[in-house]
Each structure stands twice: as C-alpha cells, then as structure tokens.
C-alpha cells in the first residue's frame, strides 16, 4: 500500500480560501525537513494547484513507474553548511528529505483550467492517495482545497480506509492544522471547518493565525494590518491548540518568486528576536542569494522561519504525545 512508508499524516484545511494554506503548508514542510524529518506535501487543491511554484519546481513532471507515480523530489538528505545570519540558526545541520505530488505536474500548462465534476474530482483524489509511491516519510502534508466539499469527503474516505489497515502505523492520521487570518469575517468561516473536523473525527492539532501582521521590507517595524489575536481566541472557544501568529513578509514573497535570500534592515525584531541584517554567505561564494541554492537553505535567512521553528516544535510535540 503505497501509505505504508508514512508515519504521520497531517491534513491543513480552512473553511475560507485565500488564507494562505499553501504558504503555510510550504513553510510546515521546509521548517520540518530543517528539524531533520522526511517530509512529502500532497496537494489535492485541484482547481488551484500551488504547491509546484511555492517550491519553484512548476517545470518538472511526475514519474511513472510499476505500480504508480513517483512523487518531485525538491532535495534530499543532506547536511546544510553554516550561513552566517544572525536569526540563531547559524549551525550545520542534516536535513530530511522533501517532495511533493500535484495535479500541477500532471498538466500540459500551469495556465490550463481544471473544469471536473465531482466524480472526476473524487477519482483525482483517491488515485493521488492510492497510486503515489511515497519514500520512507516522517510526515506527509496534505494541502486541500477550501471549504469542506468533495474532495475532503474523498480525502477522508480513503484515509480512513486505508490507516484501519495492518500494514499501516497506528495513528497514522495524526489529525488537521487549521489556517485562519485575525478577521471576524475569516474566523466565521473558518469555524465551520472546526465543526467539520469534530464531526468527522478528525483530531485538530492546533489553529495557524495567517498574516496577523506585516513586516516592512524598509524598516523596522511590524505592523497588524488586520489585527491579531481571533484565531487564539477562536482556539480557545473550541478548546483546541493555537500554535502561533505569522505576519506577512514580503521578503518570504520574493523568496518563492525571485529566489533570493532574504536580508532585512538593521534592526528588525520578529517576536523578540533580532532579524539582521547580516548578509548571508552563499555556499557559492556570492551574496543574497542565487538559483544555485536550495530553498530550504535560504528560507533559514526569513523572518517567518524562527515563528515556524516554534510552531512545528508545537505540532509534534502534540503528535507524538498522542501516539504515546
């Protein structure tokens, strides 16, 4: 069964889209693959396929082999050397391996419109769970599409079959990771989703509080845009974990976009702590980042990546206190 290699099993929904599941997802990913786990992202959002561009491999394609797909592989196992920032993550370390599947791989052009019915959509699904031939994973991220249709009816369907399964971990679903954004119109929404999960079983780890917050790319400050603090108070109404507030970074944008590592102004303080700005030493010898690097080396140098540090920390530390 191809979900035998999978020890964990995290779902990241939202009952509202445009909340930034997918950066979310991405920064998940490449936070747990820096903490040394092996780690795959699946995205089943059908109709908006990201997760290919979030890590800059839209160009590639998926690999057919007996049996199945073979998932993009974005790297591999490896030691990253010393990067010379000031965000406290300076030191070598051995990362886990990353890949990903997605519709996105599978069509002729990123531009090409998904128009399926919900059977179509179903079958999509299901063979995304079924034919993938996933390595030896740690995790496995599932990034769905918004609200609570047919594809996360198939998506939990099929899991549900497969994890009551003897060749399968226990508690191989591990449960949901839940986005929001600090507005009371988002946080309604999102509620629903919260509803979904408690009447489907489905374990929550804990609430994400997307973009509560901005950093300015030409000073110091980080201001709340739209406000902070719903999705902690909406975590605590239904008893659930908050795992933490992410501002939005225009520095993180033109890392996916651009490629380029992120420098900030002197002075920049997320959460207390001290972003720059100290230019990274590239492996190659240059400064502020090149196509040569790998993403997850330059995701090191955000401001965003000492937040997701504490929330993965969070959201296994939940996991394992489970399958104990």
Partial sequence: MPLENIQNIVLVLSGKGGVGKSSITTQL??????????????????????????????D?????????????????A?????????????????????????LGFILASRSDAVIWRGPKKTAMVRQ?????????????????????????????ETLLKETVS????????????????????????VKKELNFCKKTGIRVLGVVENMAGFVCPNCSECTNVFSKGGGEIMARDFEVPFLGSVPIDPSFVQLIEEGTRPVYPKGTMIEGKEMGATKAVETNGSTNGTSKE?????????????????????LVAGILSRNQ
């Avoid at 590639?60 to 591999?76: E, N, S």
């Avoid at 490896?78 to 997605?102: F, R, V, W, Y």
């Fill in 166 to 189: 003897p060749t399968v971990p226990p508690n191989q679903l591990a449960g949901a990771v839940v986005v929001t954004t600090p507005q009371a119109i988002s946080i309604s929404d």
């Fill in 294 to 314: 790998l993403l997850v080396d330059k995701y090191r140098s955000c401001s965003l990546h000492p937040l997701f540090d504490v929330i993965v920390s969070r």
């Fill in 78 to 102: 490896q030691p990253l050397p010393h990067h010379g920032t000031q965000n406290g993550d300076a030191a070598e370390k051995t990362i886990g391996a990353l890949s990903c599947m997605s």
């Fill in 60 to 76: 590639a394609k998926v690999r057919q082999a007996p049996g199945g797909w073979i998932p993009v592989p974005v790297h591999g």
């Fill in 128 to 156: 995304f769970l079924t034919d993938v031939l996933w390595p030896s994973l740690d995790f496995l991220l599932i990034d769905t599409p918004p609200g609570t249709s047919d594809e996360h009816i198939s998506l939990l």
């Fill in 29 to 58: 990913a490449l936070t747990l693959s820096l903490q040394g786990h092996s780690v795959g992202v699946l995205d089943i959002d059908l109709t908006g396929p990201s997760i290919p561009r979030f890590f800059g491999i839209e």
